[in-house]
Nanobody, 119 residues
Framework: QVQLVESGGGLVQPGGSLRLSCAASGRFSSINRMAWYRQAPGKERELVATIIGGTITNDADSVKGRFTISRDYGKHTAFLQMNSLSLDDPAVYYC?????????????WGQGTQVTVSS
């Protein structure tokens, strides 16, 4: 069974940092695009950052200069380094990836990890 498992969420004070991880497991041949989304209560899911090959895109203007997406290709893992967290950042953060399974590209979501920012 193919799955994405996020970890690293938690409670942090304003100005603090967290590093989220997203590990892909199961039987797949390749992973193309990996991305992080977030969804705050009462709001739509928002694309935060994307990484495809060596190209990184910070899709949310609010995180530019503070969040960095990266990837360990050998371990099929993506990361989101979040610095200078603010009271606007709390949300459930989701990993998303396009994975090649049996010659078919399929999009997968992780279960999400909660990020809380509070003093």
């Amino acid at each position: 069974q193919v799955q994405l498992v996020e970890s690293g969420g938690g409670l942090v004070q304003p100005g603090g940092s967290l590093r989220l991880s997203c590990a892909a497991s199961g039987r797949f041949s390749s992973i193309n695009r990996m991305a992080w989304y977030r969804q705050a209560p009462g709001k739509e899911r928002e694309l935060v950052a994307t990484i495809i090959g060596g190209t990184i895109t910070n899709d949310a203007d609010s995180v530019k200069g503070r969040f960095t997406i990266s990837r360990d290709y050998g371990k099929h893992t993506a990361f989101l380094q979040m610095n200078s967290l603010s009271l606007d950042d709390p949300a459930v953060y989701y990993c998303n990836a396009d994975m090649l399974i049996m010659s078919t590209w399929t999009n997968y979501w992780g279960q999400g990890t909660q990020v809380t920012v509070s003093s």
